[in-house]
């Protein structure tokens, strides 16, 4: 199988690869420092598996396999982590394998042995279950909200810093991330959207939330609504009714 290594520590990229090259049946095709490039390294480099670690500046292991479930041919994720308190977080995604630093170089080879008999129909079928699965079980422990949106596109998986989206419109079964940049579908159901980022998100419509510290003004329209004026798009959702007195005193706070 082919493997990349992803951990911000080149100690420790340097060591998982040993045990791997130490197994003699498997291939590092290539390793990442953080975890935007380890999905740059994904995309181009197609590996069975992803040795990947939690802990990262910027991207978090979680956030990574998160987006990489959305990919067409999810790679194979084994944690390889200092800290144990992910792993309920961890297997919400498509993890096969959580093994804690310094990982031993047998359970290393049980975690590949148990990802190579994982084929790509598999774990696809895994991906759709863990993106579908109900956010608000309350079994399901709280996982941190995303620091990037991402949207698959022809070009490849497209990343937006949180930072930079104005709001989600959702049409029907689709719903648009407007960003400072322009506009992406994403695969995300607004409701999710809600429950993870409705600390800076705010509902104002069944089928919009808008960033609230991004919001310039509400404006009439006809017949009769409101509009939203949100900086850095030309987007202007409509208010439902009911949502403009709580969005005004939302607004005065700001």
Not at 47 to 66: N, S
Not at 166 to 184: I, M, N, Q, S
Not at 201 to 213: G, Y
Request: a neutral charge; hydrophobic letters at 40%; proline letters at 5%.
């Amino acid at each position: 199988m082919k493997i990349l290594i992803v951990d911000d520590e080149k100690l420790a990229r340097d060591r998982l690869a040993r045990l791997v090259e130490k197994a003699g049946e498997h291939t590092v095709v290539g390793d990442a420092p953080d975890g935007r490039s380890a999905i740059t390294q994904v995309e181009k480099l197609l590996p069975d598996v992803v040795l990947l670690d939690i802990r990262m500046p910027g991207m978090d292991g979680l956030e990574v396999a998160r987006h990489l479930m959305k990919l067409e041919n999810p790679p194979a994720i084994i944690f390889c982590t200092a800290y144990g308190e992910h792993a309920l977080e961890a297997f919400q995604t498509n993890a096969v394998g959580y093994l804690l630093k310094p990982v031993k170089a047998e359970q290393l080879h049980a975690a590949l042995s148990s990802a190579e008999r994982i084929n790509r129909a598999q774990l696809q079928k895994i991906s759709a279950i863990a993106s579908s699965a109900d956010s608000s079980d309350s079994k399901r422990p709280t996982v941190a909200a995303r620091q990037h949106i991402s949207a698959r596109t022809r070009n490849g998986l497209v990343l937006i810093p949180i930072g930079e989206v104005r709001c989600f419109v959702a049409d029907h079964k689709y719903v648009t991330v407007y960003h400072t940049k322009g506009e992406l579908l994403i695969d995300d159901a607004l409701k999710d959207l809600e429950d993870e980022f409705g600390d800076r998100f705010v509902r104002v419509h069944r089928n919009a939330l808008i960033s609230l510290p991004h919001v310039e003004g509400m404006e009439k329209v006809p017949p009769g609504h409101y509009c939203i004026r949100v900086q850095g798009t030309s987007m202007k959702p409509i208010i439902s009714r009911r949502n403009v007195t709580e969005l005004r005193n939302q607004l005065k706070l700001l």
